[in-house]
């Protein structure tokens, strides 16, 4: 059974501290088996480590993810500009993994409560309210549905630092697929693709590449209201090619360019557009950290505009 | 004729379950539905419907299992619907015999669409000797190609992997599959020969092949064409 990864992660017979850490931050976002999940856990690993401890009371409060980071993650370090090694993967990894699960509890409680709203309201509800709150349901399921695609790709980039998954792959292929998605999803979201004339081929994990180009165009989409085509132009280099995501928006704020990929911010509660910009770019970064890539954000003079690399040998 | 298509949804999430009869009733098809995979097996062998929505999460059997057995003794046409978005498994499931696979949550056009191509592939009926989409119009019998009018010039190879993606339009087709059917039983597992040739057809009938309106690449599991608006 592999269906809904939400059982297999919640799943309480992990092994390695991290991997619990993990388990705990999800049970903190499950909400009502939250206290007996999280004591379980307890139990069986009587508190080892002090951080451990305090993390498990945590769980049970209500702020508990973001309680949960501050608890676990002490002052970031300085990105580094090297690709960043397998250590800070991991870290990344079980942070992303505290942010989801507790960013699906806010599209999550919309669903139901409008769901409810409408249904307590059936008799006396107007036909616009009711359209207005399943509008909201509409909505909400497809933020959740963001969100939610985004967990296969923690695991698989834990396989990718074993070297599974990279495959040579034809860019085009996987540009084609990822803008037909987009166009599926928001029939009016207009994506401009450019790619070098000659066939290139790059080694890489292909649904995770996907992912990384899904998450920016669905964050081009939200930043630029959508009016203007997004561009995808990829150009082919020496050691690496280069794929630049431009949108004709309205650019990013000065002050938060510099800690667009920084996982520190999740735990800021001032950041306050996270709600719906936290985990894509992290999760971004992550993957091509682990394609030992380098990801760069900017702002040019009609928009901004997100820049990736890959490496053309594989490690 | 005017019986109604008969689809049967093994399926056992009864919120899947309404959600797919209500869309499907409305399209105008009769559904009947089984909870489990043995009562599935059992319907399909009395009710001989004209098309199967399979889901892979069942209480009683693994919907592959479903499948294999299935396909021991009957050719009807197979969509599977699964949350699972794995290219392994649709890549399994297609190679046991499904005709198709649409991943959940879906859009209800996708799903409609997926059993429009199942059921017009399956009536035992000859594809139809003319492909046309758009600009694009492949004369099966002739051999040739036209885009915009203009005829152009395919390698053997090429032409035989079209017309194969054509005479299946809408469906998708594993990379075992075509490597199979173009290249026999021989042929090895990898995949860079066929997909280089692809790139290359692309580069003929494909304005931007990297936002192809004929050829779409379902990464990991194969590709598909752009449905035959001629049949």
């Given at each position: 059974m592999h269906n809904k990864p939400l059982h297999s992660l919640q799943?309480?017979?992990?092994?390695n501290q991290h991997r619990l850490f993990a388990a705990l931050g999800i049970a903190a976002a499950a909400g009502a088996v939250t206290g007996a999940l999280a004591s379980r856990l307890i139990n069986r690993k009587p508190s080892q480590n002090p951080l451990f401890a305090a993390l498990g009371t945590a769980a049970s409060g209500s702020a508990a993810g973001v309680l949960a980071s501050r608890l676990i993650y002490q002052k970031p370090k300085?990105?580094?500009?090297?690709p960043i090694e397998e250590e800070d993967l991991e870290k990344i990894r079980d942070s992303l993994m505290r942010i989801i699960f507790h960013d699906l509890r806010t599209p999550l409680s919309g669903i139901m409560g409008n769901s409810l709203l409408y249904l307590e309201g059936s008799k006396t509800l107007d036909d616009t309210e009711k359209l207005q709150l399943v509008t909201h349901i509409h909505k909400d399921s497809s933020w959740l549905l963001n969100i939610v695609e985004n967990l296969p790709a923690i695991a698989r980039i834990r396989d990718m630092e074993h070297g599974f998954c990279t495959r040579v792959e034809i860019v085009e292929e996987v540009l084609g697929e990822t803008v037909h998605k987009m166009e599926t999803r928001h029939p009016d979201f207009k994506i401009h693709v450019a790619i070098p004339e000659e066939i290139l081929l790059l080694p890489m994990d292909a649904l995770l590449i996907e992912q990384v180009l899904i998450n920016l165009l669905e964050n081009a989409l939200l930043h630029s209201g959508g009016c203007e085509p997004v561009d995808i132009i990829v150009e082919d280099g020496e050691d690496f090619a280069t794929f630049i995501v431009r949108?004709?928006?309205?650019?990013?704020?000065e002050n938060m360019l510099g800690h667009l990929?920084?996982?520190?911010?999740?735990?800021?509660?001032?950041?306050?557009?996270?709600?719906?910009?936290?985990i894509g770019l992290l999760i971004c970064k992550a993957v091509i950290s682990a394609h030992r890539g380098t990801i760069t954000a900017r702002n040019h003079s009609l928009g901004a505009e997100f820049i990736f690399t890959l490496p053309k040998k594989a490690r | 004729m005017n019986a109604k298509v008969h689809i049967l949804l093994i399926e056992d999430e009864k919120s899947s379950c309404s959600y797919i009869t209500a869309l499907l009733g409305k399209t105008g098809y009769h559904i009947t539905t089984a909870a489990t995979g043995r009562e599935g097996l059992s319907l399909a062998a009395s009710?001989?419907?004209?098309?199967i929505l399979l889901d892979l999460m069942l209480p009683d059997l693994n919907g592959l299992a479903v499948l294999r057995q299935l396909r021991s003794w009957s050719h009807i046409p197979v969509v599977i619907v699964s949350v699972c978005d794995e290219e392994q498994e649709k890549v399994e499931a297609l190679d046991l015999g499904a005709d198709d696979y649409v991943t959940k949550p879906f859009y209800p056009n996708e799903l409609k669409a997926r059993i429009r191509t199942a059921l017009r592939h399956s009536h035992h009926h000859t594809p139809g000797q003319i492909y046309e989409a758009l600009n694009l119009r492949i004369d099966l019998d002739k051999r040739t190609t036209y885009l915009n009018g203009q005829q152009i010039h395919l390698t053997q190879i090429e032409y035989q992997l079209l017309s194969l993606l054509a005479e299946n339009a809408g469906r998708v087709l594993t990379y075992n599959t075509i490597l199979r059917r173009i290249w026999g039983p021989y042929a090895e597992e990898n995949n860079q020969i066929l997909r280089v040739n692809m790139a290359n057809i692309r580069r003929k009938i494909e304005k931007n092949p990297a936002c192809p309106q004929y050829l779409f690449t379902e990464v990991g599991v194969g590709y598909r064409m752009r449905e035959n608006e001629n049949g």
């Open positions: 799943h309480p017979d992990h092994s300085k990105a580094a500009p090297k949108d004709y928006g309205q650019g990013i704020p990929f920084d996982s520190s911010r999740l735990a800021d509660e001032t950041w306050d557009s996270r709600k719906k910009t936290g | 009710l001989c419907p004209d098309l």
